[in-house]
């Protein structure tokens, strides 16, 4: 079922033109890594798809119908969140706190979101979330009192909180060890069958882990997609990002 479709999306900044008539289309339960090298338009794509940016021509379609001009707070209210290349914590409020404001980003309104409306349903949840990356433990600590390698990682939960249908994340994995990489993939390898991931990152060991289809954009333009196996396999992909012939 077709959840998400980009149709010619271009996007201009002045005179720069960082993403060309970029189309595919996202279905229901697929897991799809965008990669191509620094400067080739993945964070700007993501940011158009979540709201975040308008983009300067082409169309966004959710469940077929116009999202476009759509608002992040409307594009969450139709199911899709994401995580950001840089954090983006309320730093001065507990973790826990963080993830109950996330959990309840859906809500009609900001009185609503901080109404005792189904508490007991989102404080679990959060348990839940913070337990999968071990933080549960930390849930009275204020994040600037975390790692920065905790803090992507609640980066993740954040946008797992409000039970997306697509989860938009840009580049999880970033500045994280070799651990808490590993309980990345677990979590994100551990979703709901039904739910949708979208994901760049640079961390080809955590792409291929996930992926079920690859796009490759280079330069703003979309050069490639298939499974990691055909993403592996294509010439122009491996000389111009996987490495060489």
């Given at each position: 079922?077709?959840?998400?479709?980009?149709?010619?999306?271009?996007?201009?900044?002045?005179?720069?033109?960082?993403?060309?008539?970029?189309?595919?289309?996202?279905?229901?339960?697929?897991?799809?890594?965008?990669?191509?090298?620094?400067?080739?338009?993945?964070?700007?794509?993501?940011?158009?798809?979540?709201?975040?940016?308008?983009?300067?021509?082409?169309?966004?379609y959710?469940?077929?119908?116009?999202?476009?001009?759509?608002?992040?707070?409307?594009?969450?209210?139709l199911?899709?969140?994401r995580?950001?290349?840089?954090?983006?914590?309320?730093?001065?409020?507990?973790?826990?706190?963080?993830?109950?404001i996330?959990?309840?980003?859906?809500?009609?309104?900001?009185?609503?979101?901080?109404?005792?409306?189904?508490?007991?349903?989102?404080?679990?949840?959060?348990?839940?979330?913070?337990?999968?990356?071990?933080?549960?433990?930390?849930?009275?600590?204020?994040?600037?009192?975390?790692?920065?390698?905790?803090q992507?990682?609640v980066?993740?939960?954040?946008?797992?909180?409000?039970?997306?249908?697509?989860l938009?994340?840009?580049?999880?994995?970033?500045?994280?060890?070799t651990?808490?990489?590993?309980?990345?993939?677990?979590?994100?390898?551990?979703?709901?069958?039904?739910?949708?991931?979208?994901?760049?990152?640079?961390?080809?060991?955590?792409?291929?882990a996930?992926?079920?289809?690859?796009?490759?954009?280079?330069?703003?333009?979309?050069?490639?997609?298939?499974?990691?196996?055909?993403?592996?396999?294509?010439?122009?992909?491996?000389?111009?990002?996987?490495?060489?012939?």
């Open positions: 079922m077709e959840l998400l479709m980009v149709e010619g999306l271009s996007k201009s900044f002045g005179g720069l033109s960082v993403l060309k008539n970029i189309s595919f289309t996202i279905h229901t339960g697929e897991k799809v890594g965008i990669i191509g090298p620094n400067g080739a338009g993945k964070t700007t794509l993501i940011n158009i798809m979540s709201g975040v940016l308008p983009p300067s021509g082409g169309q966004i959710v469940r077929g119908k116009p999202a476009t001009k759509t608002t992040p707070y409307k594009f969450c209210r199911g899709i969140s995580s950001f290349q840089l954090n983006t914590l309320f730093l001065n409020i507990s973790l826990l706190d963080n993830v109950l996330a959990s309840k980003g859906k809500q009609l309104s900001w009185l609503k979101m901080m109404g005792p409306v189904n508490e007991r349903h989102y404080r679990a949840k959060a348990q839940e979330l913070l337990e999968m990356v071990g933080l549960w433990e930390k849930r009275k600590v204020f994040p600037k009192a975390l790692s920065y390698g905790e992507r990682l980066e993740v939960v954040l946008a797992l909180a409000s039970e997306p249908s697509l938009l994340l840009d580049e999880p994995s970033a500045g994280l060890s651990a808490e990489v590993h309980q990345v993939l677990g979590l994100l390898g551990n979703l709901p069958e039904d739910m949708t991931l979208f994901f760049c990152a640079h961390d080809m060991s955590l792409l291929f996930l992926a079920s289809r690859v796009v490759v954009l280079h330069h703003g333009e979309l050069i490639a997609e298939g499974t990691p196996e055909e993403i592996k396999a294509n010439l122009r992909v491996r000389e111009i990002y996987l490495g060489g012939s």
